[in-house]
């Protein structure tokens, strides 16, 4: 069942609340700033907040300036903030299945996000059988944190991909949650949303790794895995 949500407050109350779980935020760009206030929230309680990032949209910025408004000071608050950006989805892949739950334990974190958990899959180099492979393991690993009473909140903006029939995995990638909610509100100018020069960040970070061709070379399988970024 999915519910259409306005304010941030419900989710971050759910995760509270409720049981560990796998919450679902898809919608509008603003899912990503609705999720990063919640996070702001966690922060403020003294709760650590690990955040996986494969859309490059996570903004400190934005989240000191809530901390600023509140008078809070913004240097104490992100030291309990843990961010590791993904730029191929084999980096989602060992970011999340190899040491994840080790790292959260060791910096006493309950609260995980994931933005863009399928935003990498618009590769032609990731094959169908990779990213079959990848999601199972991902899915055994939010049951692994689940266990370890650890609640995940996945967010996403609406999936475009030049590679179309990749996304099917949207339906995929809901199933992997517990529960599901929709947000309908924008922001059009707002620095999450925005890089240099007016472009989003989404279409800056796609061109950036099309410029550096470090992608452009990876295997057509996946690579050995290694220690996870978050070590």
Same mark, same amino acid.
Not at 25 to 42: E, K, N, V
Not at 110 to 116: A, E, I, K
Not at 142 to 163: D, H, M, N, W, Y
């Given at each position: ?18 049981? !560990? ?26 709760? !650590? ?7 490059? &949209? ?35 892949? $060992? ?15 309950? &609260? ?13 180099? $990731? ?27 996945? $967010? ?22 517990? $529960? ?38 990876? !295997? ?12």
């Amino acid at each position: 069942m999915e519910t259409v949500i306005q304010s941030y407050k419900t989710i971050q109350l759910a995760m509270e609340t409720s049981q !560990p779980a796998v919450h679902f935020l898809h919608g509008s760009y603003g899912a990503y700033h609705t999720a990063m206030l919640a996070a702001a929230d966690f922060l403020r309680k003294e709760q !650590p907040v690990v955040i996986i990032d494969a859309a490059n &949209t996570t903004d400190p910025f934005f989240l000191a300036t809530i901390f600023k408004s509140g008078g809070l000071e913004p240097e104490a608050l992100l030291q309990r903030g843990y961010v590791s950006r993904c730029y191929t989805f084999y980096q989602v892949d $060992v970011t999340i299945t190899d040491g994840l739950a080790e790292f959260m334990r060791s910096v006493h974190a309950c &609260t995980l996000l994931v933005f863009g958990l399928l935003d990498l899959i618009d590769d032609d180099q $990731v094959s169908a059988a990779d990213i079959h492979d990848i999601l199972d393991r991902i899915r055994q690993t939010f049951v692994q944190l689940k266990a370890e009473g650890i609640s995940t909140l996945l $967010v996403s903006a609406p999936l475009r991909f030049q590679l179309k029939e990749r996304e099917i995995y949207f339906n995929a990638f809901k199933g992997i949650a517990d $529960v599901t909610y929709r947000i309908d509100t924008d922001y059009s100018r707002t620095s999450a949303r925005r890089g240099r020069n007016g472009k989003t960040d989404r279409n800056s970070n796609t061109a950036d790794r099309q410029r550096a061709g470090a992608v452009g070379k990876l !295997p057509t399988r996946a690579p050995k895995r290694t220690a996870g970024a978050l070590r």
